[in-house]
């Protein structure tokens, strides 16, 4: 198991490569919190990041739909508290609340086989069940990265749904090519996770990430 | 890029001047016995040696006690080895005295045989390197090559020449195809079992078929692929230039422990796998009927330039199952023109369905299905027809030619007349696809149950494959165009 970089970082990876990441801050207090919670606008999201936090989810260390700055405030105050000895280093994520009704997973790995591969399936908290992603060995070209969202299951997804836009295939399209430059680029990473890409009037934003390089 | 072995070296393999059988056994049970007897009775033209140490005669041909006894003048470019192990550096050693260059080995005791068999197997690499012998196997079944009438097997049955190309990583699939390409006349110009591969292995055999101006279609069974980045490249340039179509054994945890323990194969990841094929623009087949109708369709239908699909059917049912298949698949089902409908219209009755599938619904006379099977393919917005309905005249003609009134008068007449029409629907379905160049599948389940029936019988005769459903017509035609569609967008030919 190699080290992963925090969520931050990770994010920070990828928005250096272009693609589309949620507009978040870094800091390192409550009150800092609610300062960003401020300039970013409500509702946000608070999450305890640090490159030894895992598990986020399960362990209550994302803090969603927060109104007010001073919800996100305590709401850090919490969180400070929570981590553990062993968790390292800990930071305080504070981030808009995304919503879209479509999400999507996209990531970059290497398998033992083929080498390094780009992948992009349909997210949400049931991916994993759904299983539906296709994959492509990287380097690809554009060709490849449309190829791969026609060969979902449910392509269908990405047209117009529920009065949403279709989604943006150029710009996922981009995401992929970038996931690909990333992995081919740095053999230094292991795998990329980006999940969820959230579809926000049809374009694809990358709101948690997580990047694993080798130890 | 340039294949790993030039394909001239495959000559020696494919197309040898004259063979030699080492380790000919004079019992019929033996692979000695076998090989021998294929070669002979499938009509090699060239001359056939054998050795073995009884000496004597074997199926008429007189024993030699080694390569080295081989007449002077004599001219043999494959050696196909029966004999054990051990007896095989030296056998290679004279073969290449006598300016041997291919050997196909089914001796067994090399990789498959823990780690003793590992070492003789890199020496005999090794060894056939040296010598400049091109090395098939070993521990494989044998190589067919129909151009060559070639039938150098321990294994039956030697296929209808065409266009396919097989090769195999389990002897037995190759035995497989070979099978199905005898039951339904669409036929295999190479055929070769990769055995242990020690040498030659799937992607080299696949880089010759790309080459191979006999070959039309490539038909590969994989366990493993080696080294997977290699593979890859290596299998899209033959993509590039030919269609490729591949069966891969061990797609799920069970399947992947047996492969471990046949071929040694390591599990891989299926997503990986499947997304590897499709951006190589290799045709992956889910089954073994699957992947051998995609090739034998390849083989004898032109791509469709595009996914709109027509169905021509003299039933409404099988017209609807049809139509679901499509609807199910990445082809589309043609919503009918105005214009094409107008002149079905002048041919028939207005009872018929009037929208696609055309449905003939019984009001079609004489010359009905060839005139509509043209208009059909002929039509700027068909891309492709699927005809459904032949052979049930033939059909009806077998019951009175076998009931007890065979004899009565206008028995014979109108038996003759129903063959007659369904050779001749068979033969418009061919001839109109040739002139268009634009693929006609025709699909009825008389192809498996009645393949003596005038209607299969025909299109079997014009070298195209008679589908035994309608659905596994309509998954051949998707591989097509699935390919098409790869081939266009990469501005490949």
């Given at each position: 198991m190699g080290r992963t970089l925090a969520e931050h970082e990770s994010l920070a990876l990828l928005r250096e490569r272009g693609v589309p990441v949620v507009e978040e801050a870094v800091v390192d207090t409550p009150d800092a919190a609610a300062a960003a919670a401020r300039s970013l606008g409500t509702p946000v999201v608070v999450k305890l990041t640090g490159p030894?936090?895992?598990?986020k989810t399960e362990r209550g260390l994302v803090r969603l739909g927060l109104r007010s700055p001073a919800e996100a405030e305590s709401a850090a105050a919490e969180l400070l508290a929570a981590a553990r000895p062993d968790d390292g280093p800990v930071r305080l994520v504070v981030a808009p609340m995304v919503r879209g009704a479509r999400e999507l997973i996209a990531g970059a790995h290497t398998d033992p086989q083929f080498g390094p591969c780009v992948m992009v399936g349909i997210g949400g908290i049931l991916a994993e069940v759904v299983a539906d992603v296709a994959v492509r060995l990287a380097p690809l070209d554009e060709r490849d990265a449309h190829d791969m969202l026609d060969d979902l299951r449910a392509a269908a997804i990405l047209g117009p749904v529920r009065g949403d836009p279709p989604v943006d295939r150029d710009r996922v399209a981009a995401v992929l090519l970038a996931l690909s430059a990333l992995i081919v680029e740095h053999p230094e990473v292991v795998s990329i996770d980006i999940n969820p890409l959230v579809v926000v009037d049809g374009a694809p934003l990358a709101v948690d990430a997580l990047v694993e390089l080798r130890p | 890029m340039t294949p790993r072995i030039p394909p001239e070296r495959f000559r020696a393999l494919f197309d040898p001047r004259g063979v030699l059988v080492a380790g000919v056994s004079a019992h019929p049970g033996k692979f000695g016995f076998v090989a021998l007897h294929n070669i002979l009775t499938q009509g090699f033209p060239g001359p056939v040696y054998g050795t073995n140490l009884e000496g004597g005669e074997v199926l008429g041909v007189p024993m030699l006690r080694s390569p080295d006894d081989l007449p002077p003048d004599a001219v043999v470019d494959l050696v196909f080895v029966c004999t054990p192990a051990a007896a095989n550096p030296d056998l290679l050693r004279a073969c290449a005295r006598r300016g041997i260059t291919a050997a196909f080995l089914t001796s067994a005791g090399y990789g498959e045989a823990g780690e003793r068999g590992r070492a003789a197997e890199a020496e005999l690499v090794a060894l056939a390197d040296e010598l400049g012998i091109l090395l098939a196997g070993p521990n494989g079944q044998g190589v067919v090559s129909t151009p060559a009438r070639l039938c150098a097997q321990i294994v039956a049955p030697y296929p209808p020449p065409g266009g396919i190309g097989i090769v195999s990583q389990s002897g037995n699939f190759v035995s497989s195809f070979q099978n199905l390409a005898r039951a339904c006349g669409v036929g295999v110009s190479r055929a070769v079992s990769a055995g242990n591969a020690a040498a030659v292995s799937v992607p080299d055999f696949l880089e010759y078929y790309g080459a191979d101006p006999e070959t039309r279609v490539a038909l590969a069974y994989v366990e493993g692929v080696g080294e997977g980045r290699a593979f890859f490249e290596r299998v899209k340039a033959v993509a590039a230039t030919q269609p490729v179509v591949l069966l891969k054994g061990g797609t799920t945890a069970g399947g992947q422990r047996a492969a471990a323990s046949h071929t040694g194969a390591l599990a891989s990841d299926d997503r990986v796998f499947d997304g590897m094929c499709r951006q190589a623009g290799v045709t992956r087949a889910d089954t073994v009927d699957d992947a051998f109708e995609a090739a034998a369709t390849f083989a004898t239908q032109p791509l469709p330039r595009g996914p709109r699909v027509a169905v021509v059917t003299t039933a409404g049912g099988w017209g609807v199952v049809t139509a679901d298949a499509i609807t199910r698949s990445e082809l589309e089902l043609l919503v009918l023109p105005d214009d094409l409908r107008a002149a079905i219209d002048e041919r028939l009755p207005p009872r018929w369905s009037r929208n696609n599938p055309i449905d003939l619904a019984g009001g079609?006379?004489?010359?009905?299905v060839p005139e509509v099977l043209e208009l059909a393919a002929r039509h700027p917005d068909v891309d492709a027809v699927v005809y459904l309905g032949i052979g049930i005249q033939s059909n009806e003609a077998r019951l009175m030619r076998e009931g007890q009134f065979w004899g009565d008068p206008g028995l014979e007449r109108i038996v003759a007349y129903h063959e007659r029409q369904d050779a001749r629907f068979a033969t418009a379905a061919a001839e109109v696809s040739a002139a268009t160049g634009k693929p006609v599948l025709t699909a009825t389940e008389l192809a498996v149950a009645d393949p003596t029936n005038a209607g299969p019988r025909t299109v079997q005769s014009t070298g195209r494959l008679c589908y035994p459903s309608s659905y596994r017509a309509v998954r051949a035609l998707e591989h097509l165009w699935q390919r098409a569609r790869f081939c266009q967008s990469r501005g490949l030919a």
């Open positions: 030894g936090v895992a598990h | 079609e006379t004489r010359d009905t």
